[in-house]
């Protein structure tokens, strides 16, 4: 008997230390992902941006984040979590140096640009799923990838600390900083982490292996689910501090200090969710979420008053999209076949991004400029995240549920 297939082979050497490098190497790279959302009004007075201009630019890092979560997946599943960590904080680096410098030129068509080069920096998620994954037995991944996940607490040290940052330090200091981690951070991942012994490279090409996690059904539910928790997060946290300053009239650091604040909820929810997710399993936890966030949406259309009405609902509102995206994972990591955990995670993870990618988008448009109000946008939501639950109760059956 082999130790991997021993009765305490879930208690790998290793396993806790290398989840939380993993965990900080998300963190960090989040960080990076979501440098322009926290200075976007900034940039909209700086440059003389609409609506629609403003909340494209906060979006764009979003759409490479997201669609590259694909290809990263599959080669993680070729390469490794070490190798594709380190790769992906180095070849961020560049980008984020490149941001400042259009924003010190404010040009908004460089900012565009370099903004989505920036995406590369989301992509880690694709490459720490099926790393930490590998780690753990299947009854424990729900909470592993849990604790992973909120890595995407990056987005709250960013909305937090990145207009502080450029208080104390200067705009350009600040892009540096930032830089300076990723490079580190990078050196850590190489020297100190290592791949599961459980972790066997595929021998596939990533063509065939993308096209083999197409063809499961689990892959394209988990990716519907997964594009309205974790995008629904994303695009608050992306616009959130463009929203709290149209609506509410905060200024650049109260916006980014609430932000952060609906961040760090859905942060500490993840986990919680994948904890669960892994005792009563995810369908309950999922359904749970989206109809948590459709009323909470409902609730946060009316305008709710400073502080506390509305920064509860805010917060319970990034509660229960925090339990969604835990509980989705949690799913995919019981459903989805070993050999294909990365495959299946840069697609599925793509989704949640591009989900993302959109309702900032929708905001901008449909943002009733007279009023202040973004009331048509968040109804929207709440329509998709019931349909969301529907689909979670009544349209997905699992391997263990359907028949022989």
């Given at each position: 008997m082999t130790s991997t297939d021993s009765p305490s082979a879930g208690l790998l050497d290793g396993q806790r230390k290398n989840?939380?490098?993993?965990?900080?190497a998300f963190t960090i790279s989040f960080w990076a992902w979501n440098l322009v959302g926290p200075l976007g009004v900034r940039y909209a007075e700086q440059m003389g941006l609409s609506a629609t201009q403003k909340s494209l630019l906060v979006a764009t890092p979003v759409l490479v984040g997201s669609v590259g979560r694909i290809p990263v997946g599959a080669l993680t599943d070729k390469l490794g979590g070490r190798v594709m960590f380190t790769i992906l904080l180095i070849a961020s680096v560049p980008f984020v140096l490149l941001v400042a410098v259009a924003g010190h030129a404010r040009s908004y068509p460089l900012m565009l640009l370099f903004g989505f080069f920036l995406g590369i920096a989301g992509t880690t998620f694709a490459t720490g799923i099926p790393f930490v994954n590998a780690w753990y037995e299947q009854s424990r991944r729900g909470f592993a990838t849990g604790i992973f996940g909120a890595g995407m607490g990056g987005t709250a040290l960013s909305a937090f600390f990145t207009p502080r940052l450029v208080k104390w330090f200067g705009y350009g200091m600040t892009h540096v900083i930032i830089a300076v981690a990723l490079l580190l951070t990078a050196a850590l991942m190489?020297?100190?982490?290592?791949?599961?012994?459980?972790?066997?490279?595929?021998?596939?090409?990533?063509?065939?292996?993308l096209v083999a996690a197409v063809k499961l059904t689990i892959t394209w539910q988990m990716s519907f689910l997964y594009a309205v928790?974790?995008?629904?997060f994303v695009a608050f946290s992306t616009y959130l501090p463009t929203y709290l300053k149209d609506v509410y009239d905060f200024d650049l650091t109260g916006a980014g200090t609430r932000t952060a604040g609906f961040a760090i909820a859905a942060v500490l929810a993840r986990p919680v969710g994948g904890a669960i997710s892994?005792?009563?399993?995810?369908?309950?936890?999922?359904a749970v979420g989206f109809v948590g966030a459709a009323?909470?949406?409902?609730?946060?259309?009316?305008?709710?008053?400073?502080?506390?009405?509305?920064?509860?609902?805010?917060i319970v509102l990034a509660l229960f999209l925090g339990l969604g995206t835990g509980a989705v994972f949690a799913w995919v990591?019981?459903?989805a076949p070993p050999a294909r955990v990365g495959a299946v995670t840069g697609i599925v993870g793509a989704a949640g991004g591009l989900g993302g990618y959109f309702p900032p988008l929708v905001m901008g448009a449909t943002y009733n400029a007279v009023d202040h109000r973004y009331t048509i946008g968040l109804?929207?939501?709440?329509?998709?995240?019931?349909?969301?639950?529907?689909?979670?109760?009544?349209?997905?059956?699992?391997?263990?549920?359907t028949p022989a």
């Open positions: 989840l939380a490098l993993a965990l900080w190489w020297s100190a982490a290592r791949n599961s012994p459980r972790w066997q490279p595929t021998t596939d090409s990533v063509v065939p292996k928790a974790f995008g629904g892994d005792r009563i399993g995810p369908r309950p936890v999922a009323v909470l949406a409902v609730v946060v259309s009316f305008v709710p008053p400073p502080e506390v009405a509305a920064g509860s609902a805010f990591g019981k459903e109804v929207l939501l709440s329509v998709v995240a019931v349909l969301a639950c529907a689909y979670t109760l009544f349209g997905i059956r699992s391997r263990s549920e």
